[in-house]
């Protein structure tokens, strides 16, 4: 069973956003402005793309 869609608190009242749910044991990510499209993914590669981010292994593609 699908849980609802979560948005950061970090977004404020903007619509443009990632999206988060958990759906059958999976984590789904979408865009909030691009609904249909939804990408889903491990708890454990889930958390560790957090890891990446958090540490700063992305930031060279901003």
């Known amino acids: ?3 609802s869609w979560q948005k950061s ?3 404020g009242a ?3 956003c990632i999206e988060i749910r958990d759906t059958d044991g999976l984590v789904a990510l979408r865009e ?3 609904s249909d499209s939804i990408l ?3 708890p454990a590669a ?3 793309l957090l890891g990446i981010i958090k540490a700063g292994g992305l930031d060279h593609h901003i």
Do not use: C, H, K, R
Request: proline share 0%; glycine share 0%; charged share 15%.
């Open 1 to 3: 069973m699908a849980s």
């Open 9 to 11: 608190s970090y977004s």
């Open 14 to 16: 903007n619509n443009d």
């Open 32 to 34: 909030s402005d691009e």
């Open 40 to 42: 889903a993914t491990t």
């Open 46 to 48: 889930f958390a560790n």
